[in-house]
């Protein structure tokens, strides 16, 4: 590789005619009898035939939920500059991360808001694995690309594949019948490259979700027509083979499962203008990273000085309500109705807990408990502050 050069490899999935991404699991979402929904550039299922989202959701909390989530952009990036790469554009810290560990993260753009959410896996010192958003694509690209440049060797290449989330309580009994891997020695947070039959390509398994339950993410191959082909043969052969336990879940219940997690989704919690300290993601940043100089990473300046002085004035928590479900933008007032105090990101019926349930910026001196009111519809509605997340996750860990 050229010194003070990075080599950028985008791959680009085909088009339908109306213009939409299909995914390599499309034609299994059709005949399934998905509801097919424009999501990010994506011709992606939100609902399928036969299921309510009620139905979906109560679904995952209990057996096993299949999610296509390929639509997500994989990235590989390698290079002696790799990890200082990572290192620059995000709070993470790659020396303490294990091999074939994960973790989420956040890309910082220069004022410590946050460009996009991520998954970061490390296969080697100079090898790593990430996953970011489908509706971030352009921009995470423009700034990946940018950024990269600043480094002497760094290759980043975007590819190709199926990701499937099986997500649920029976996530393991499920997938050990196609391994001779003892699953149970994969815990939350580790990664695995295995094989699954009948799928004749290598595997990448990681011990992770969005949901709040326990499950698995696979990366499968699906570079040509027979790869796609196996990747489709596996996802319908969990469904047909196993009716009782596993069903096909769509982008609804996807989002009221992370939302009861207490999970972030881009454009909503997370934006260039929220710092993760402001997003109740302090953690994300560990104690090795808060002890570099202010220009480790990006926004480091800012970040750690929210850190050290607790100068942030909202903070990302949770709201529970009754009566209509409170939505993305709706106003929240103190318990006098009269001073504004924030506003709702998320928000959406709670199928495990009934009632509602959002995700909210709040002046953080209103505390876990306080009554507060919502203006939903042109009225104002009653609603408690509350602890995230809304359901206990139920994550494996040893």
């Not at 040509?224 to 219940?253: C, M, R, S, W």
């Amino acid at each position: 590789m050229i010194k003070g050069q990075a080599a950028f490899i985008v791959q680009k999935r085909l088009a339908s005619t109306a213009g939409l991404l299909r995914t390599p699991l499309y034609d299994a979402h059709v005949e399934l009898g998905g509801k097919m929904v424009d999501y990010a550039g994506f011709e992606m299922p939100v609902l399928y035939k036969g299921q309510s989202h009620v139905d979906s959701h109560n679904w995952v909390r209990s057996k096993v939920g299949l999610f296509d989530v390929s639509h997500m952009l994989q990235h590989n990036v390698s290079g002696p500059d790799a990890a200082n790469f990572l290192q620059k554009v995000t709070p993470i810290d790659l020396s303490i991360l294990p091999e074939n560990g994960s973790s989420l993260s956040v890309l910082l753009n220069n004022e410590g808001g946050v460009i996009d959410d991520c998954i970061i896996t490390k296969h080697g010192d100079d090898k790593f694995y990430m996953v970011t958003n489908a509706g971030c694509r352009a921009k995470d690209l423009d700034f990946l690309r940018k950024e990269a440049e600043r480094f002497n060797s760094v290759k980043h290449e975007t590819f190709e594949g199926t990701l499937l989330a099986i997500q649920g309580p029976k996530a393991q009994e499920l997938l050990q019948k196609f391994t001779n891997e003892d699953l149970s020695k994969i815990y939350f947070g580790q990664t695995k490259f295995l094989n699954l039959s009948p799928i004749k390509a290598t595997v990448h398994l990681a011990r992770s979700g969005y949901t709040g339950e326990d499950g698995f993410e696979l990366s499968i191959p699906s570079t040509n027509a027979e790869e796609q082909a196996q990747a489709l043969n596996f996802f319908n052969t969990l469904i047909q083979e196993y009716p009782d336990i596993v069903k096909p879940i769509g982008l609804a219940a996807r989002d009221s499962l992370r939302l009861e997690a207490g999970m972030c989704l881009y454009g909503h919690e997370l934006a260039e203008d929220i710092t993760p300290i402001e997003a109740s993601l302090t953690w994300l940043i560990p104690k090795t990273r808060r002890e570099l100089n202010e220009s480790s990473f990006n926004g480091a300046a800012k970040i750690l000085s929210q850190i050290k002085d607790k100068s942030t004035t909202r903070r990302r928590i949770g709201i529970t309500s009754k009566g209509p479900s409170p939505r993305e933008g709706n106003t929240i007032f103190a318990e006098d109705g009269v001073t504004k105090i924030g506003y709702v990101t998320s928000g959406s019926p709670s199928p495990s807990i009934g009632g509602n349930v959002a995700q909210a910026y709040i002046d953080k001196k209103h505390k876990i408990g306080s009554n507060v009111k919502i203006e939903i519809r042109g009225k104002l509605r009653d609603a408690v502050i509350a602890k995230l997340p809304f359901v206990p996750s139920n994550l494996y860990k040893p």
